[in-house]
């Protein structure tokens, strides 16, 4: 059976991870509260959903208290992403990837118990400048 993974904020982040994710082979859930969103992944997800995730009885019905693998992909509302990572959180689900759009973001899910917490701009920032240096020294 394939690895099953939900993406709950279906943004720029949310979309490349679960598009990723499909690529290599997991069945992954999409859950986001905007219609746009969903109506672009629905036929390029396993299951797309609209819907609000700060509300434990939608994320209950959608059968994320029994995930194993789950991303929090939401960052403008920095409520939304604390409010479904801390319901995530008390359901139990051993793999938590949460999206951080600060530091103090970054910190609060740290504090709550994320598992993982991603800071994307950070991460390719300092990849870009990896990349860039190893090129810098083929010309020293
Ligand atoms: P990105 O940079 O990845 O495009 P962003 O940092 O601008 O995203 P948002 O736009 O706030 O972050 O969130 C990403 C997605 O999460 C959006 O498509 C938004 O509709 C969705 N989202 C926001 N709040 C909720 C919620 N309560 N439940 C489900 N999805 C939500």
Redesign the pocket.
Known sequence: MADHVVV???????ESVALELMATGADVLG????ED?VARMNARLTHAVQ????REEVLRQLGVDEAEYVVV?????IE?SLL?SSLVLSFGVPQLWAKA?SDAHGRILEQIGVHHVVHPEREIGRRVAHLLRARLQDYI
């Open positions: 709950i904020g279906l943004g720029r982040f949310g859950i986001d509260i905007g969103p819907a609000d995730a700060t992909a939401i960052g403008d509302s939304a479904t759009v």
